[in-house]
């Protein structure tokens, strides 16, 4: 939205950055991974590989815009789309996938 000039502003998490862009960072944010013990069962944490994850649907809060880009996904999970953070909570929480998420 940004580079269409739909919006002369935005404020979101930039793995790269765009030479005709300026930037301005606000804060820096842990986004970890997380699963529920209800979809791994038994199975230490730690222990966890990109395919024991691959495994399970990856929940992603997909973005308005649409060329943002697709970063921090496991290009070999399934992936489930989801429109709000609440939702990506319902569904990791419920045993049902995984993600990277703000502290939920």
């Not at 005709?20 to 730690?46: C, E, Q, R, W």
């Not at 495994?55 to 489930?80: M, N, R, T, Y």
């Not at 953070?85 to 929480?93: G, N, S, Y």
């Amino acid at each position: 939205m940004l580079l269409s000039e739909a919006v002369d502003m935005a404020i979101f998490a930039a793995s790269t950055c765009n030479a005709s862009l300026d930037y301005k960072p606000i804060t820096n944010m842990d986004v970890p991974l997380v699963i529920s013990d209800v979809l791994i069962g038994d199975v230490a944490p730690h222990s966890l590989t990109r395919a024991s994850l691959a495994e399970h649907p990856q929940i992603v809060v997909k973005s308005s815009d649409a060329q943002s880009p697709d970063s921090g996904l496991l290009s070999d999970a399934p992936k489930w789309y989801v429109t709000d953070l609440q939702a990506k909570k319902d569904l990791i929480t419920s045993g049902l996938g995984w993600g990277a998420s703000p502290v939920i």
